[in-house]
């Protein structure tokens, strides 16, 4: 099978590349990313001379570049992870969000559409559902609840969700989607949360915990993540939505320490800088869907997962260093120096 993955220079997408690639042999991985500031090679070289991988750099929402590649490689299935994907900056930026996230998915669907496919699967998110109170831990998201988003980014993400849907009921084409939690693990750009904290850590500077750290989300190592996507593709029903999530809530405080003990640091490390801007208080999937239909759960225990990522993060320096000292200083710069 030929299987187009976008965004796959990117965090979870890259990490999905390797378990496809290194599970299945017979099948032609087939990367596409524009390579913005989260897009990073180097999370693809240890594939990329692997004869089931090919790469294109290009941008989804470019139509001609989109609709050569589908008719030089008529793909049978594809996976759309590329996205803008950080909450921080679709508050300072928003326009390009709408252009990738909604626009780059309706030109990703409409290539779909002119060539045929086996399947395609918009990769989501939990955020959609808006956020829960953090005084109601009986509450969860499931797939019957309502799209309720509150920031640029999950407002963009909605929408492609509901454009895979229309296209589903109007052109019949079969699509699934899939709604994760904050996934971490290796790869991951050091402006989310867990990298950014380890990599301060390792240089020996504060981490920012926004408010009073009280927020709550939903970790699931990222590897689950990919595992879960693949059940769906080739398992799960056309026209469904399948939240993905392991039970694995934390307030950001309790993560902000985990991290600090395991590199063997104190709570003087810990910089309380102010809130995010309407900051959604708590995530929480429900998987019984996934879980009953598909048989899914989840392997890695948050405890045993923070414990790989951090000797990750110790064992390739270079990979976030490069990162740090490039583009991203620019903007860390503008998020944190008021704060
Ligand atoms: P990321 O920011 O690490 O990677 C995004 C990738 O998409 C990058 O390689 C980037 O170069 C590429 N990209 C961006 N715009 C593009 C464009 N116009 N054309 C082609 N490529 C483009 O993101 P991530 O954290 O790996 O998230 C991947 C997907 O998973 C996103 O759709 C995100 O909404 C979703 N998601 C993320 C999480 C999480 O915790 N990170 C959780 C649930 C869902
Ligand atoms: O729930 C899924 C979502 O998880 C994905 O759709 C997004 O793409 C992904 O970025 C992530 O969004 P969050 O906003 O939850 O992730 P982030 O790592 O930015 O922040 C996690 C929590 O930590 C959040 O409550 C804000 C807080 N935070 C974040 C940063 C960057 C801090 O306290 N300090 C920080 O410096």
Not at 58 to 87: C, G, L, Q, Y
Not at 123 to 150: A, C, I, K, N
Not at 176 to 198: A, Q, V
Not at 239 to 259: D, Q, S
């Amino acid at each position: 099978m030929k299987i187009i993955v976008t965004g796959g220079a990117g965090f979870i997408g890259g990490n999905f590349c390797h378990y496809m690639v290194n599970t299945y042999e017979e099948d032609q991985i087939i990367c596409i990313d524009k390579l913005t500031y989260a897009g990073n090679m180097e999370t693809l070289a240890p594939i990329l001379e692997k004869e089931n991988f090919t790469f294109y750099k290009a941008d989804i929402a470019d139509r001609k570049a989109i609709f050569e590649i589908f008719e030089k490689e008529h793909p049978d299935i594809v996976i759309n992870f590329a996205a803008e994907s950080h909450v921080d900056r679709s508050i300072l930026d928003p326009e390009v969000f709408l252009r990738t996230n909604i626009i780059g998915t309706s030109v990703m669907l409409d290539a779909c559409r002119e060539y045929g496919i086996q399947r395609y699967h918009q990769v989501s998110t939990d955020e959609v559902y808006g956020d829960l109170p953090l005084d109601r831990p009986d509450l969860f998201f499931t797939e019957e609840t309502p799209l309720h988003t509150s920031r640029p980014y999950s407002a963009s993400k909605a929408s492609a969700d509901l454009l895979v849907q229309a296209y589903v009921r109007t052109y019949h084409l079969p699509c699934t989607i899939s709604r994760c939690s904050n996934n971490y693990g290796p790869y991951h750009f050091p402006e989310k949360f867990i990298p950014l904290m380890i990599a301060n850590v390792l240089n020996d500077k504060k981490i920012p915990v926004y408010g009073k750290g009280e927020n709550v989300r939903d970790w699931l190592y990222v590897e689950d993540h990919c595992i879960a996507i693949d059940q769906i593709v080739r398992k799960g029903t056309v026209g469904e939505i399948y939240n993905i999530g392991g039970h694995n809530e934390k307030t950001n405080l309790e993560v902000a320490k985990t991290v600090l003990k395991e590199l063997g640091k104190g709570e003087e490390y810990i910089d309380y800088v102010t809130d995010r801007p309407g900051h959604d208080r708590r995530y929480a999937i429900d998987p019984t869907k996934i879980h009953e239909e598909l048989g899914w759960l989840p392997g890695t225990p948050f405890e045993a997962g923070i414990k790989k990522t951090i000797t990750w993060y110790l064992e390739n320096r270079a990979w976030w260093e490069n990162i740090i000292s490039g583009d991203y200083q620019n903007y860390y710069e503008k998020m944190y120096k008021d704060r």
